[in-house]
Structure formats: structure tokens, C-alpha cells
């Protein structure tokens, strides 16, 4: 079975700061990673996901992710937020089949 | 209407009430799920459908009804809810039910129950 830790529940930024928000997880066979953003009153969307390859993922709205299997760990990052990201990040695993396991998110607060 | 929609976006039941939430895609997709999300709590699958067939059932309590008529549609049938089901109840659907597969969620239905 697999689960998944996310290191901080609440991530205050400046606006055009860099922002990293940090996922473990754990699991016994190969996994793919997610991480979804959830803006106020709307469902989840797929910002980005790792399944094979480069270890470094690139997702929409300039975030990017690197996948660190020997410290099985999935950080999210973005160089520079702006108003607009502040929302809540859900980080994912799954294994062959449909089941994705979610931490319990981030709330990223974005202040001018 | 694109992605996925879910009606009513607001619910409020008392503990002896019956009633419905519906969800709908229009993505082609043959999965369909239906997820709890409790405040600061990560979020639990309770249902999964393939293809018409469910293929998950989460030890949800048997108050939680799903239906699912075709692969476009995904009810949830509610019966004498308790307080601690008060959530908001997202739908989601993917192309298929494998594990790569990116879900697609809609807005959601938040559930009150007094």
C-alpha cells in the first residue's frame, strides 16, 4: 500500500518569491507521481505528473517537480508566484491501477 | 458543458432525509470516481466505476448508494446521514482506470448534515 507525506500544511510567500512544497511518499513497487492544485471553490486539476524518465517534470503555470526515488520524495517547486497561485496542493501516488493516494495538501498563501 | 459537473454545488439534509448528488462528464472518459474530502484530511476514494462496473467499494457505509446508468453519468444516493458525512463530495473521471491515468475532477457538492 502505498502513502503519501506532505511535509508542510501551510506555506506563506511573497509574491514573486520561489516556493518548494515537499512530498514523501512511500510504497513498495514503482509508483507515478502526481501533484493537483485546488483553488477555492473549484475541484482538483493536474498541475503535473512523473510516470518514467527525465526526473524532472514540468507542469503548467511554471511549476516543475523532480522525482528522488533513493529518498522517495516528489518536492514541487516555482520560481517566482504570483497572487493567482495561492490555492491547495495535493500530492499523489499511485501503482497499476486506479487507486491514487493523496496527502493531506499544502495551503500556499500568496501576499503582494 | 465541458469536463466534469456535479449537481447541486451546495446540500444541506437533516439525518432523515433522502437525497441524490449527480455527476456528469463529457470527456469520453469510461472511470468514474467518487472521492470525500474532509477539512485538512487527505482525500478517500469510495467508489470507482469501469466501464459501468464498479471495482472499488472503500468500506463506505451502506448510507452512500452509488449508481452509475451509463459511462457518463455517476449518482450518489444518500440515506439517514450522520453530522460526520458533512464533506464536500467530488466526482472525477479518466480515460481509463489505470494507474497513469491523469482524473479530472469537478467542483464538487458540499454536504451539510444537521
Known amino acids: 500500500a502505498q502513502s503519501v507525506t506532505q511535509l508542510d500544511s501551510q506555506v506563506p510567500v511573497f509574491e514573486e518569491a520561489p516556493v518548494e512544497l515537499r512530498c514523501n511518499y512511500s510504497s513498495s513497487v514503482s509508483v507515478y507521481l502526481f501533484w493537483y492544485v485546488q483553488y477555492p471553490n473549484q475541484g482538483l486539476q493536474l498541475l503535473l505528473k512523473?510516470?518514467?524518465?527525465?526526473?524532472l517534470v514540468k507542469g503548467i503555470n511554471g511549476f516543475e517537480a523532480e522525482f528522488n526515488k533513493s529518498q522517495t520524495s516528489f518536492h514541487l517547486r516555482k520560481p517566482s508566484v504570483h497572487i493567482s497561485d495561492t490555492a491547495e496542493y495535493f500530492c499523489a501516488v499511485s501503482d497499476d491501477d486506479y487507486k491514487l493516494s493523496f496527502g493531506a495538501g499544502t495551503t500556499v498563501t500568496v501576499r503582494a | 458543458e465541458t469536463g466534469v459537473t456535479q449537481t447541486p454545488r451546495h446540500l444541506v439534509m437533516g439525518m432523515t432525509n433522502k437525497k441524490s448528488l449527480k455527476c456528469e462528464q463529457h470527456l469520453g472518459h469510461n472511470a468514474m470516481y467518487w472521492y470525500k474530502q474532509s477539512a485538512k484530511k487527505p482525500l478517500e476514494l469510495m467508489f470507482v466505476y469501469s466501464l459501468e462496473e464498479r471495482v472499488e467499494n472503500n468500506s463506505v457505509p451502506s448510507r452512500f448508494s452509488p449508481e452509475c446508468p451509463n459511462s457518463s453519468h455517476l449518482f450518489l444516493h444518500l440515506h439517514t446521514l450522520q453530522p460526520e458525512d458533512s464533506a464536500l463530495y467530488l466526482c472525477?473521471?479518466?480515460?481509463?482506470?489505470?494507474?497513469?491515468?491523469?482524473?479530472?475532477f469537478g467542483p464538487g457538492t458540499r454536504l451539510l448534515v444537521l
Open positions: 512523473y510516470l518514467s524518465g527525465s526526473t
Open positions: 472525477a473521471s479518466s480515460k481509463t482506470s489505470g494507474g497513469t491515468e491523469t482524473q479530472y
